[in-house]
């Protein structure tokens, strides 16, 4: 298999602002085949590959939850540590609108409009995880002490 050129997104370009190591990975995009295909594809634990996804709180702001690929975001528990009613999954225009990335592409670095992002506490088991690098088939290893020096996330307990 040839190699794959490195493409220039909004979140390598954020990495490397911010002197972050990443390794590269790439897969075959698979429509609907989320953490479970690209895991498969990649050899790598589910649990280790890291999803990003964006919601709105009950004013219909939004925000980024970093969800072990293997867990679901229970919103309920979300909501309650958020201090709100509910939240809910943006829809797929919203969630490109706000972030700058195709559903499926969805880099937490780099992000269009400035949002507050929570992770999922299990994360931070691993040394490093491996997360969108913002395209389809694309994503980067990073170290998870880096992961929060970039993002400065706020760590919760909100799995299903």
Do not use: C
Request: net charge positive; no cysteine; proline share 4%.
């Amino acid at each position: 298999m040839a190699k794959e050129k490195i493409p220039s997104t909004q979140a390598l370009r954020f990495l490397k602002a911010q002197k972050i190591e990443f390794k590269p990975y790439f897969y075959k995009y698979v429509d609907h085949g989320g953490t479970h295909e690209s895991s498969k594809q990649l050899g790598i634990e589910e649990h280790r590959v890291v999803k990003t996804l964006v919601f709105e709180d009950e004013n219909k702001k939004p925000f980024i939850v970093l969800m072990n690929g293997d867990f679901d975001v229970s919103v309920k528990k979300l909501a309650r540590v958020m201090g709100m009613k509910k939240v809910e999954l943006a829809n797929p225009q919203k969630a490109e609108k706000y972030t700058g990335y195709k559903v499926g592409g969805t880099s937490p670095f780099g992000v269009r409009t400035k949002m507050k992002i929570f992770a999922q506490k299990d994360i931070f088991d691993y040394d490093s995880i491996v997360i969108n690098g913002g395209q389809r088939g694309f994503l980067v290893e990073i170290k998870t002490e880096n992961l929060k020096k970039a993002l400065s996330p706020v760590i919760v307990d909100v799995s299903t």
